[in-house]
């Protein structure tokens, strides 16, 4: 019993899409992206969309079909728009600078930090205060993002570290004198 998923992936113009004994590639104008594909999914690409099946029903492979098909549209966003992830450096004295390739990072250590991104990640450090994550894949970019974030996340009584521009950091009360 073969189920297919209920929206298909359409494809932009300039995307191509290459299968080969369960691997896909998607290519674009922001990169190219590649990623295996488990045994119990079928993919098929007709008239500029790309379908998700199933062989059967059990809840493994459910699981696997909405996550696999999610894993492709994220791909195709990827290659065509790229995801970016913004983030504040704050405290005193807190900045970033590119050295090259290299993030620099003072963060109230006796050392700088030096961190070197990985292939298809891109850094900017505009005003020193401010890290900016892009890349197409979705997955590399938060990673990475998250790793610079642990270098100094923030702390609950000062919200002093390394924050995502949207996050909301709850500060606690500090001890009052009796």
């Known amino acids: 019993m073969s189920k297919v998923g209920k929206n298909p ?16 590639s998607i290519q674009g104008p922001k990169g190219s992206l590649t990623r295996e594909i488990p045994s119990d999914i079928q993919i098929k690409v007709a ?17 696997l079909h909405g996550t696999t098909r999610s894993l492709l549209a ?5 290659v065509t728009q790229g995801y970016n992830k913004e983030m504040s450096l704050v405290g005193v004295g807190y900045r970033a600078e590119l050295l090259g390739e290299r993030l620099n990072l ?3 250590y ?3 930090i030096v961190f070197l991104p990985p292939p298809g990640i891109k850094l900017e450090a505009p005003g020193g205060v401010k890290i900016l994550v892009s890349g197409s894949d979705k997955e590399l970019v938060g990673l990475v993002a998250a790793k610079i974030r642990s270098f100094r996340p923030p702390e609950p009584y000062k919200g002093k570290g390394i924050r995502y521009t949207d996050e909301h950091v709850r500060k606690k009360a500090g001890k009052t004198a009796a």
């Open 9 to 24: 992936i359409t494809l932009p113009a300039g995307v191509k899409v290459a299968l080969d004994k369960g691997r896909i």
């Open 47 to 63: 008239d500029g969309k790309i379908e998700v099946t199933r062989g059967n029903d059990s809840n493994y492979v459910r699981a």
């Open 74 to 78: 994220n791909m195709v966003q990827g």
């Open 106 to 108: 003072q963060l109230g």
């Open 110 to 112: 006796s050392h700088p």
